[in-house]
């Protein structure tokens, strides 16, 4: 990045349908601000009713993270982190692109600027706790998993299908019917699945893998 030219900068704009999400104009106020206040050369780019759950699905985003590539802006800024991403993956993925593109990502409420020393080193950190608090969570999962193993009870949902929809199943699989096949012949008898949905190939496959098509299996 060139120090003696304004950063060129694309400030992103969400807006969604939450009426407790930031609005459009104190976004735009926010990045406006900050563009003055460093001197950068501001583009906005306006997003509508997009969810931030994930980064797929957003058109202008995509836009702007091209334009990025190709080198035509040196920098994205965001006015709080919810207005790119919801998911810590997604945003921790997204610091990777900007370090490996060589380009900036900015987000004003974590006071996140990768285009300097202290925000890159922000950006570093909050990555880390993030990362830190993934791995704590994945822990206490397998923990208590674990612990329900260990105590007998059943992990998952029950089945609720009838004794005899699961021995048609194994009956059927028994005499050489594709999975897919079993699938077609309970659609056609109008079997209900354990949801009351549809058969399909896949769906036969669990039910074959059940406890109770094991116990028919060996009968």
Same mark, same amino acid.
């Given at each position: 990045m060139n120090s003696s030219q304004p950063l060129k900068v694309i400030g992103y704009i969400r807006v969604s349908t939450s009426k407790q999400d930031i609005g459009p104009e104190v976004q735009r106020?926010?990045?406006?601000?900050?563009a003055k206040r460093n001197g950068w050369e501001l583009t906005i780019r306006r997003e509508e009713a997009a969810s931030a759950t994930s980064l797929k699905n957003r058109p202008v985003l995509a836009s702007a993270l091209a334009d990025l590539k190709a080198g035509t802006y040196e920098a994205l800024a965001v006015s709080k982190l919810d207005r790119l991403s919801r998911s810590v993956s997604?945003?921790?993925?997204?610091?990777?692109?900007?370090?490996?593109?060589?380009?900036?990502?900015?987000?004003?409420? !974590? +006071?996140?600027?990768?285009?300097?020393?202290t925000g890159a080193a922000m950006a570093q950190v909050t990555c880390a706790f993030a990362e830190m608090e993934a791995k704590k969570i994945s822990e206490r999962t397998r923990k208590g998993m674990?612990?329900?193993?260990?105590?007998?009870?059943?992990?998952?949902?029950?089945s609720v299908l009838p004794a005899s929809t699961v021995r048609q199943i194994v009956s059927e699989r028994q005499n050489g019917v594709s999975l897919a096949g079993i699938a077609r012949n309970l659609n056609e008898g109008a079997v209900p699945t354990a949801t009351g949905g549809k058969?399909?190939?896949?769906t036969v496959k669990q039910v !074959? +893998?059940?406890?109770?098509a094991v116990r028919y299996s060996n009968a």
């Open positions: 106020t926010e990045l406006e601000a900050e997604d945003f921790a993925g997204m610091l990777e692109t900007a370090n490996r593109q060589r380009w900036a990502l900015i987000c004003l409420d !974590l +006071g996140i600027d990768t285009s300097t020393i674990a612990e329900i193993k260990k105590g007998g009870k059943h992990m998952g949902r029950r058969w399909y190939a896949s !074959l +893998g059940s406890a109770a």
